[in-house]
């Protein structure tokens, strides 16, 4: 199996070459001048601009929510977690053959101890100003069960805490108008490094590669939770940070730095240098994007586990030597606002992750969360909806288990799903409790 891997990932290697050699005769005639793809979708504005935007769009009484990457997806994952102690899910786990362990996440750190079905423990360090937008940002996060430690502190103590506005068309598509103050190094306080320290999984915003000091930053948060035994987990926040930072993250991940990577289309192709031309229509995009099964199998070759999302393709995972396709859940209604599924996805994962799915397991239970919060506008998964998400993972689990039970016992039976006979990725056997 590794060689037929190793095979595929030379072969997606030159197919990569090849499709850029096309991209690079097709384009040189303009290709100094052409500005970056993401750039119609990702844009900064100045607090003049981000003003006159909220003034125009008062008429239209516009949400305003504590959102972010890593906060949308640590709250789902807070809110997935939360489920396990319900009564339903206790019943399902009744009839299942398959164990848990209580563990924790955040961006850089949390803490938790093992107690039968005790509620996941996540807590998030933020980089945020001392205003008014971070007291409120930190007052959504704890009811929903996030744990807020001081996070970091920077030269810039009083610059103001970062916002996004974000436009969402008809289709479900949306663009991003964001507003970030220029602020000092990233330096991290000592009680997120010791909670860092003391977690079982570390997740790694893809954002922070955009401030100073990010590569040392984030070497020594890793560091910490290595030190704990703990696993650790990157997001490439936008194709845009992965263009302007691939030298840095790439290094990280020949590092070693992280076990599991998620990533869109967009985001993976990126970072393998491919796909960083803006198109005259879609069909160019997907023509010079790579397809997520083979950037998987590239970025596998850096980082133990791989993930990357294609929207309506589903998602492809490279784990283990071993790659496989998810495809996507849909619900009774077509997309509303496709603005963080893919935070939601690697929540659902994080979680199944934690909970000891197997590959395929975790991918549907990404696919599931993903689910959840596009069929109505705002990317904040509600505990409802969570609890929905696990009771259909666990019930599917549950009826996986007792298929197995009966072919070992009667023999034959019929054949056992891909998931049962995925090779799980456990973590409980190599993190010690804390």
């Not at 397809?291 to 596998?300: K, R, T």
């Not at 133990?304 to 790659?323: E, H, P, Q, Y």
């Not at 456990?426 to 409790?433: L, M, P, Y």
């Amino acid at each position: 199996m590794q060689g037929s891997f190793r095979k595929e990932q030379e072969s997606s290697r030159r197919r990569l070459l090849q499709r850029k050699k096309r991209r690079e005769k097709k384009n040189k005639t303009h290709l100094a001048f052409s500005p970056s793809l993401f750039s119609t979708l990702f844009s900064l504005v100045s607090v003049d601009e981000r003003a006159d935007l909220l003034a125009a769009l008062e008429p239209q009484s516009p949400a305003v929510t504590a959102g972010g990457s890593a906060a949308n997806t640590l709250r789902a994952v807070a809110r997935l977690g939360a489920v396990l102690g319900s009564s339903e899910v206790e019943e399902l786990e009744s009839s299942s053959s398959t164990t848990s362990s209580s563990t924790s996440s955040s961006s850089a750190s949390s803490s938790a101890s093992s107690s039968h079905q005790a509620p996941l423990r996540v807590a998030w360090a933020p980089v945020a100003g001392a205003d008014a937008q971070a007291a409120f940002h930190a007052a959504a996060m704890a009811t929903a069960g996030v744990a807020v430690l001081p996070g970091c502190t920077t030269a810039a103590a009083e610059a103001a805490t970062g916002t996004v506005v974000v436009a969402t068309t008809p289709d479900a598509q949306r663009s991003f108008l964001s507003h970030v103050e220029a602020a000092g190094p990233l330096v991290w306080d000592q009680s997120a490094l010791a909670a860092a320290a003391s977690c079982r999984l570390l997740l790694v915003e893809g954002y922070l590669w955009e401030l100073p000091g990010a590569s040392e930053a984030i070497a020594l948060a890793v560091d910490a939770a290595r030190s704990g035994g703990a696993l650790v987990a990157f997001t490439a926040g936008d194709a845009g940070v992965c263009e302007r930072h691939r030298g840095m993250i790439i290094s990280a991940l020949d590092s070693g730095m992280a076990d599991v990577l998620f990533a869109n289309r967009a985001e993976a192709s990126a970072l393998l240098g491919g796909g960083g031309e803006k198109k005259e229509s879609k069909k160019d995009d997907d023509e010079l994007l790579i397809p997520a099964d083979e950037a998987a199998a590239l970025l596998a070759s850096r980082v133990g586990v791989c993930i990357v999302t294609d929207g309506a393709n589903g998602a492809s995972i490279c784990a283990l030597g071993a790659k496989t396709t998810v495809p996507p859940v849909w619900g009774p209604l077509p997309p509303v606002d496709t603005n963080g599924a893919g935070d939601a996805f690697a929540a659902g994962a994080i979680f199944g992750l934690l909970r000891g799915y197997s590959v395929v397991d975790l991918g549907r239970a990404g696919a599931r969360a993903a689910a959840a919060v596009i069929g109505r506008h705002g990317a904040a998964m509600s505990s409802g909806e969570a609890g929905a998400v696990v009771e259909a993972m666990e019930a599917a689990r549950a009826k996986e288990a007792r298929s197995e039970w009966r072919r070992r016992v009667f023999g034959g039976g019929g054949e056992v799903s891909s998931s049962s006979s995925s090779s799980p990725l456990t973590t409980s056997s190599s993190v010690e409790e804390k």
